[in-house]
């Protein structure tokens, strides 16, 4: 199973973002996270913002849109330059509809739950979805602490995966440090959001590589690649 570690912007210096996203260049993506202060309490990015972090970003960007009727702006992220979209399962009238515009516009689909969402009402959707997005803190802030409540949740949507045969990422996103990521990890999720523990260390690069080797030694052994969707 390959480990993918996105650094979350949410914690980076909102005055050096050209800065902020070399720091971690040796991760695999940069997540972004946009917030609207409605679907979640505080506002972050919207598309310009987006559109430069594009610019100049030495990793694809990957967007989580905790905003309300996000099925009406989460095309404009995409063409924005962003390589990921995100939806929130609990923002989304037609998730399906969007999701497949998302890729028809060239970007990877995701859908996000909150932590007391339940996944069984959408895994019938997976085939829809590039990626499943278990939040394992409240969306809204970074530096959280981790809710292991979250994990059985993690579980079940990799056995989901698994079982359906599909090439899905598992993503987590809250509180994943070096004390949580190897839970997570055993859990079977397969990227992960760190926004402290990696902007918060002496050195950016050596928080990612250290994430990644924990992650990677404690991946669930049960999650063999599923092979690509055609």
Known sequence: MAIRIAPSLLSADFTDIAGELRKISTADWAHVDIMDNHFVPNLTFGTPMVEAMARVSPLPLDCHLMIDEVDRWALDYAAAGAGSVTIHAESSAAPVRTARALREAGARAGLA???????????????????????????????????????????????????????????????????????????????FVAGSAVYGAPDAAEAIEELRLLAGQHSDARTAAAPPRA
């Open 113 to 191: 739950v909150r932590p007391a969402t339940a996944i069984e009402s959408y895994l019938d959707l997976l085939p829809e979805f590039d990626m499943l997005l278990i939040m394992t803190v409240e969306p809204g802030f970074g530096g959280q602490p981790f809710l292991d409540v979250c994990l059985p949740k993690v579980r079940r949507a990799r056995d989901a995966v698994r079982a359906a045969g599909l090439d899905v990422w598992v993503q987590v996103d809250g509180g994943v440090s070096t004390q949580t990521i190897e839970r997570c990890a055993q859990a079977g999720a397969d990227m």
